[in-house]
Nanobody, 119 residues
């Protein structure tokens, strides 16, 4: 049974920072891309950031220069450092585990964690 445990969400004022963590109990973690997505109230879920098995990273334009995704294969974990947060970043954030060596195809999803940014 695959489990994804997300942590690090919360409330912060505009300009502040948060670091999200996601620990995944999944086989072949180092062979999988990982992603972060978010869903704001009344909106569809959207891509935020991804990191491939090669450690290359890619971001949504809305977060470039402010968010950084990273991974620790020894801990089966992926992180999202979020700086200069803005009210429009308020959403439920989801961690996603990719299929081995497959781009943008996700096998498993976390339960979501709330991030709230006040102005």
């Amino acid at each position: 049974q695959v489990q994804l445990v997300e942590s690090g969400g919360g409330k912060v004022q505009a300009g502040g920072s948060l670091r999200l963590s996601c620990a995944a109990s999944v086989r072949s973690f180092s062979s999988r891309g990982m992603g972060w997505f978010r869903q704001a109230p009344g909106k569809e879920r959207e891509f935020v950031a991804g990191i491939r098995w090669s450690d290359s990273t890619y971001y949504a334009d809305s977060v470039k220069g402010r968010f950084t995704i990273s991974r620790d294969n020894a801990k089966n974990s992926v992180y999202l450092q979020m700086n200069n947060l803005q009210p429009e970043d308020t959403a439920v954030y989801y961690c996603a585990v990719g299929k081995p060596f497959r781009l943008d195809e996700y096998d498993y999803w976390g339960q979501g964690i709330q991030v709230t940014v006040s102005s």
